[in-house]
């Protein structure tokens, strides 16, 4: 594959893991405010370690997420990025296909094609990475079980999963929800380009992180509240996300501040809506003026 473009999709991974932790978003870990006993730090790093293992030219999807889980989980010790890597591993995959990158529909189909050729050695070695992260109940079921040995390809056994978890979902929707409600709520005219590492981000691109991640949260009852806290405290946090939309900026807004800090005091963690917006900013950032186009 192009090798620019393979460096500008790692890139481009880096700057959405930078950017999750760089923007308050309510209940997850930030540089402004530490929780469920992580740090910042931790999530950086684990980017850093998971980059090379998600972007091997020519490696399987489930290689992709184990290598990834490996490296993580040798870095910090704990799952920082489980579902980062879910999301993100078959869009690297789909990078390296012709023409992926052209355009929004060119790159909806290349991740269609891969999400296709998914197969059991794919399922193997991604419930290894489950297992090994151990994401409070993602990996239990009836049926095919990630204790078990798969018997499915992968893509089917996130099938079976897609009721209770939205990461599993987006496998058998092709990733739909990035582009129906990421693309959907991205601000007008705003082109997310690769930045240099580390660098703060501006008022334009804080209001775009906030926008996603909030239209993720007021949009669908994050599944891993759901999984931990039941769906009435999920649809709660939803309704509070809801108000927030109308705000162009509230990464600065003290009551926005207040929300992120009672989350974490009750031990509540959007945790799936981070990882879609993770995911969201990696193409936005990926297709760049593409990304309103078709």
């Known amino acids: 594959m192009d090798r620019a473009l393979l460096d500008r999709a790692r890139a481009c ?7 999750d932790v760089a923007v308050r978003k309510p209940g997850n870990v930030s540089l402004a405010s530490a929780g469920h006993r ?16 998600l972007f091997t030219p020519g490696a399987p999807v489930g290689d992709r997420i184990e290598g990834a889980m490996a490296a993580t989980w040798a870095t910090v010790g704990c799952n920082t990025n489980l579902g980062i890597l879910l999301l993100c591993a078959p869009v690297a995959a789909a990078v390296e296909r012709q023409g992926a990158c052209a355009s929004v ?5 290349a991740i269609a094609q891969v999400m296709n050729s998914l197969d059991v050695a794919d399922a ?4 290894r990475a489950i297992a090994r992260a151990n994401p409070g109940g993602l990996g239990d079921a009836p049926a095919q079980d990630v204790h078990d040995e798969p018997t499915v390809g992968l893509r089917e056994a996130m099938r079976l999963a897609a009721s209770r978890d939205r990461i599993a979902q987006q496998y058998a929707s092709g990733h739909a929800d990035l582009f129906d409600i990421g693309r959907a709520v991205w601000p007008s005219g ?22 996603v991640f909030l239209g993720f949260l007021g949009a669908i009852p ?19 996300a809801q108000a927030w939309r109308g705000h162009a900026s509230p990464d600065g807004e003290p009551a926005f501040a207040a929300w992120d800090e009672s989350l974490k005091a009750r031990g509540i963690n959007p945790g799936t809506s981070a990882d879609l917006t993770v995911a969201t900013l990696m193409i ?11």
Request: include cysteine.
């Open 13 to 19: 991974f880096l700057q959405a893991c930078w950017l």
């Open 38 to 53: 992580m740090q910042a730090d931790m999530f950086l790093a684990s980017a850093q370690a998971a980059v090379g293992p």
């Open 105 to 109: 529909v060119a790159l909806r189909a």
């Open 124 to 127: 193997r070695a991604a419930y």
């Open 190 to 211: 705003f082109v997310l380009g690769v930045r240099p590492a580390g660098e703060a981000p501006d008022a334009a691109t804080k209001a775009a992180v906030a926008r």
């Open 222 to 240: 994050d599944s891993h509240i759901v999984r931990k806290h039941g769906e009435a405290v999920a649809h709660t946090v939803m309704t509070a």
């Open 284 to 294: 936005a950032s990926l297709l760049g003026p593409q990304w309103h186009g078709t």
